[in-house]
């Protein structure tokens, strides 16, 4: 399937485009699940502590991570959500004048804080499908290139890049050019697509990983992201971390999300089915709609993001009139195959 992918990317503001909130906010691809009474529990006990101070550098949430993935807990790095450590690793292993490559579009986060850490963008346009193009992402890395970012899910696609095609891309890259592999939607990846990075970091001493609570495990609010890799990365990257910079809700809260690892393994489920429902709808009115393995899809436009803002849904939206959504609640799933087909509602499941 051909689809149409421009960069356009501008900022994600709440409400920007709105004067009044929309009757759905479907921007920000958050998960419609509010926390699960037991995470909301934990991180409650912690409050009643708020007059400390927590961690000065943090120790039990790496460890805690560390433990989940099977790394040394000097191989995790934390920080205020996946877009804190993002930034922590251009500051630390870029310096101002250097590039970074990344694909266009692109989760905002990536031009907005090379801006702020003074590289210059590169960005790789998709290829047509709504695919990184790592052959065109090899030719565009060069000596003054820094850091190159990879998306496994794609962020506004939701496309994934074969696990071969990583595996060529990364060990083609020259070794001195550290690669993030963002996978902050990973949890919605199939078992099949599912590469097992630490096979991939024992392999690439330049690889980090970073993932994030924001969006499988709907903790976007509480600001709780990692990156791991190998130990003298790891190190490079936490030399800027900051003192008493995580709050101490997060410990609970990851322990209670682990905690209840079933619960929200069914609700990413779910999440999938809704999405795939409603792509199959707007695939059959002849949306060209890439196969997302995330918690959202992309709407090509000219058009989408107007429909969906008339009909009071805010959406990610882009210079030609594309839109992404956010799925998985049955109610905004069924107003957006209405604003955008005029059908009534036949999605929820
Ligand atoms: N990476 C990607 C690809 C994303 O889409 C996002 C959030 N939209 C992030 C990182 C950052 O997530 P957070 O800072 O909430 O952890």
């Not at 421009?6 to 998960?31: C, M, W």
């Amino acid at each position: 399937m051909s689809v149409r992918v421009v960069d356009g990317t501008r900022p994600s503001h709440r409400y920007r485009t709105h004067r009044v909130p929309p009757r759905f906010d479907l921007a920000l691809s958050e998960n419609p699940f509010p926390p699960l009474p037991s995470v909301l529990r934990a991180v409650h006990m912690t409050l009643a502590q708020a007059n400390r101070y927590p961690e000065f550098l943090p120790r039990r949430l790496p460890t805690l991570i560390a433990q989940h993935l099977g790394v040394g807990a000097d191989q995790v790095v934390v920080g205020s959500g996946a877009t804190g450590v993002a930034l922590q690793i251009l500051q630390t292993l870029t310096t101002p004048g250097d590039e970074i490559v990344y694909s266009a579009p692109t989760f905002d986060g990536y031009p907005i804080m090379a801006e702020m850490a003074g590289v210059t963008a590169v960005p790789v346009p998709l290829d047509s499908a709504g695919n990184q193009d790592l052959r065109a992402m090899r030719r565009a890395v060069d000596r003054r290139t820094a850091l190159i970012v990879v998306c496994r899910p794609h962020n506004p696609t939701g496309t994934v890049i074969p696990a071969d095609d990583l595996k060529a891309f990364l060990s083609d890259v020259p070794s001195r050019v550290p690669v993030v592999l963002d996978e902050a939607y990973v949890e919605f990846l199939g078992a099949t697509a599912y590469v097992d990075p630490r096979a991939l970091i024992a392999k690439h001493p330049n690889l980090v990983v970073l993932r994030t609570f924001s969006k499988a495990y709907g903790l976007a609010g509480l600001r709780i992201g990692y990156a791991f890799g190998r130990t003298e990365l790891i190190a490079r990257i936490g030399t800027l971390q900051l003192p008493f910079g995580m709050g101490a809700a997060a410990v609970a809260a990851v322990a209670a999300s682990y905690a209840a690892a079933p619960e929200l393994a069914a609700r990413t489920l779910r999440i999938a089915e809704r999405r795939d429902a409603l792509r199959s709808a707007l695939l059959a009115h002849g949306f060209a709609i890439p196969e997302s393995h995330a918690n959202f899809l992309y709407v090509p436009g000219p058009g989408a993001n107007t429909a969906l803002r008339r009909a009071g849904i805010a959406a990610k939206s882009y210079a030609d009139g594309s839109a992404r959504i956010a799925v998985g609640d049955p109610a905004s799933d069924d107003a957006v195959l209405q604003a955008l087909t005029a059908d009534p509602p036949r999605v929820t499941t």
